[in-house]
């Protein structure tokens, strides 16, 4: 009869050990994993919400447009942009000004093209305000879109005639170009440059050149008529 012999206590100790160990290497690896998952996806959305953000600022600043506002009393505001710190009651810098080409086909809403546009920060948000009608007469509060969180500086720079940058903005005409930087929480400032359609002028042909243009086309048409005549008669 054989004696059936089980594992000695060392064996059994030195057994869990190893299994410890392979669960808490895998559990570490796991977490580590998980971890950098979900960093990377907070790095995407940030990255998709700076993104949406420039995005949103390149068009409204590529078609800001010479429009002053009115207030509840019916007052213009004394420039097309409103700038500032602590305008429109921000933790930094604050712009306000109209934009052009808010579509609205066929006139299908009750509103017009324009659309009162600003940006401020508030509670660290970054927020996108806009009205649905430029003139502020009914005393509605503007809606509000956040962009970013966890903002720590918002500065805004303009671009004269004479290619200079300014501080502030107070003239009555559009800049050549406004600069934006955003400093948010663990990252370094991130500047960006957008156009501005600027003071620009149609060109126009002067009177002048109408008029030689049109003797120039009247003479052509009497040697043309002459050619023809000339043709038309035999020896």
């Given at each position: 009869m054989r004696i059936q012999?089980?594992?000695?206590?060392?064996?059994?100790?030195?057994?869990?050990?190893?299994?410890?160990?392979?669960?808490?290497?895998?559990?570490?690896i796991l977490n580590s994993t998980i971890q950098a998952k979900t960093g990377s996806e907070e790095v995407i959305a940030e990255l998709d919400s700076?993104?949406?953000?420039?995005?949103?600022?390149?068009q409204d600043f590529n078609q800001m447009t010479k429009r002053e506002t009115r207030n509840e009393a019916g007052d213009f505001?004394?420039?097309?942009?409103?700038h500032g710190r602590y305008n429109l009651d921000s933790q930094y810098d604050g712009i306000a000004f109209v934009r052009d080409g808010w579509t609205?086909?066929?006139?299908?809403?009750?509103?017009?093209?324009?659309?009162?546009?600003?940006y401020r920060v508030v509670d660290d948000k970054l927020e996108r305000l806009y009205r649905v009608y430029v003139?502020?007469?009914?005393?509605?509060?503007?809606?509000?879109?956040?962009?970013?969180?966890?903002?720590?500086?918002?500065?805004?720079?303009?671009?004269?005639?004479?290619?200079?940058?300014?501080?502030?903005?107070?003239?009555k005409a559009?800049?050549?170009?406004?600069?934006?930087?955003?400093?948010?929480?663990?990252?370094?400032?991130?500047k960006r440059l957008f156009l501005t359609p600027g003071d620009g002028k149609v060109a126009t042909v002067?009177?002048?050149?109408?008029?030689?243009?049109?003797?120039?086309?009247?003479?052509?048409?009497?040697?043309?008529?002459?050619?023809?005549?000339?043709?038309?008669t035999r020896p």
């Open positions: 012999q089980g594992f000695t206590l060392l064996e059994v100790m030195v057994a869990l050990g190893i299994l410890g160990f392979v669960v808490l290497a895998t559990h570490q700076l993104n949406t953000t420039f995005r949103l600022m390149d505001t004394p420039s097309y942009i409103l609205n086909p066929i006139s299908l809403l009750p509103r017009s093209e324009l659309q009162a546009v600003g003139d502020q007469l009914d005393g509605t509060e503007p809606r509000s879109q956040v962009l970013l969180e966890n903002i720590e500086d918002l500065t805004f720079e303009f671009l004269d005639d004479k290619q200079k940058w300014q501080e502030n903005w107070e003239k559009l800049p050549l170009a406004v600069s934006v930087t955003i400093k948010l929480q663990e990252m370094e400032p991130i002067s009177s002048s050149s109408n008029n030689n243009n049109s003797n120039n086309n009247s003479g052509n048409k009497d040697q043309n008529d002459d050619n023809r005549g000339g043709g038309s």
